[in-house]
C-alpha cells in the first residue's frame, strides 16, 4: 500500500516542477536591458537564450521521437510475447 503512494507523490512532485519550469521558460522577459548588469568577461555574455531555447526544443523533440520509438518497440515485443504465451 505504501509504494503506490509514494510513487504518486513523486510524479506529482515531478509534474508540478515540469510545469513550473514551462511557465518559467514561456514568461516574457523583464522590461529593459537586462544584459546590461553583466560584463563582458562574465560567463553570462556570450549566452544567446534564442540559441538556447532552439537547442532546447531540438533536444526535447529528439527526446519524444526516442521516447515514442522506444514505446513502440516494447508495446511490440509484449504483444509477441503474449502471442507465444497463447499459442503454447
Not at 9 to 36: C, K, N, R, S, W
Not at 37 to 48: I, V, Y
Not at 58 to 67: E, Q, V
Request: net charge positive.
Amino acid at each position: 500500500m505504501k509504494g503506490w503512494r509514494t510513487k504518486f507523490i513523486f510524479l506529482l512532485i515531478v509534474y508540478f516542477a515540469g510545469f513550473a519550469t514551462a511557465i518559467y521558460m514561456l514568461a516574457p522577459a523583464p522590461e529593459g536591458d537586462v544584459h546590461q548588469s553583466f560584463d563582458k568577461n562574465s560567463a553570462l555574455a556570450g549566452f544567446q537564450s534564442e540559441e538556447f531555447a532552439k537547442s532546447f526544443n531540438t533536444g526535447i523533440h529528439k527526446c519524444l521521437a526516442f521516447g515514442k520509438d522506444a514505446a513502440w518497440r516494447t508495446a511490440e515485443f509484449i504483444r509477441e510475447k503474449l502471442k507465444e504465451m497463447r499459442e503454447t
